[in-house]
């Protein structure tokens, strides 16, 4: 079954505690992407990768970290989290970057706590 | 100014009705826009796309106004299955892309 896989998917955790969110696309897609979704504030793009080794800035990166040295997996780390970071986060992928109307497949959420 | 607007709502509307939602988009330089659907904090999915030309999927029709820089999104003969948050998406150059915060529909029997 094609899909965006996130674990975990529920997380509490402390102040400073660093942390990996992981996320998985068994599509072959080439754009990924981190999103954290608030109420009010809607869905902020966090990072994004075009392909394998390639990343770029969101509108809200401060605080976060991603690598991409694979194709399927585009982890989402916080070095040292805070309790803003208490967040609904979606990871999401596409076939291209260079196609305008492809369509995002989104994860289901990892819903972080950040005590 | 945020880059994409939305109207919150709620719009709660009864069973049959027409509704529709506009989304305003302030960067005249984005590429690619689109319509999600997302239930109850789950993930979002995927409605339509909206192409300059409007474009229609049964009950649903988009359209774009580039020059008002405004998408739309036309719901005829809403059902209680359409009860839903509906985010408008717009994709810049630079890859970016920028979701409003969401307009929730409430179809009532």
């Known amino acids: 079954e094609a899909q965006v896989t996130q674990n975990p998917r529920y997380l509490i955790t402390v102040t400073g505690k660093k942390l990996t969110v992981t996320c998985s696309q068994n599509?072959?897609?080439?754009?990924m992407s981190w999103y954290r979704q608030d109420p009010g504030l809607g869905l902020r793009q966090i990072y994004y990768?075009?392909?394998?080794?390639?990343?770029d800035k969101g509108d809200v990166p401060e605080g976060y970290k991603v690598s991409r040295k694979e194709k399927r997996n585009f982890p989402l780390i916080l070095e040292s989290p805070s309790p803003n970071q208490t967040s609904l986060y979606f990871c999401a992928s596409s076939l291209s970057s260079s196609v305008s109307n492809n369509e995002q497949f989104f994860g289901p959420g990892t819903r972080l706590t950040v005590l | 100014r945020k880059e994409v607007e939305q109207d919150p709502g709620p719009f709660n509307v009864p069973e049959g009705a027409t509704v529709a939602f506009n989304c305003t988009y302030s960067?005249?330089?984005?590429?690619?826009f689109f319509w999600y659907r997302q239930d109850c904090r789950k993930e979002p999915k995927l409605l339509m796309s909206v192409y300059s030309s409007g474009n229609e999927d049964g009950r649903f029709t988009a359209q774009l106004n580039r020059a008002s820089q405004y998408i739309s999104l036309l719901i005829r003969d809403s059902k209680l299955s359409d009860s839903a948050t509906y985010l408008c998406a717009v994709r810049q150059r630079t890859y970016k892309y920028i979701f409003g915060t969401g307009t929730r529909l409430k179809v009532l029997a």
């Open positions: 960067n005249s330089a984005s590429q690619s």
């Open positions: 599509m072959n897609h080439e754009y």
């Open positions: 990768s075009m392909n394998v080794e390639v990343t």
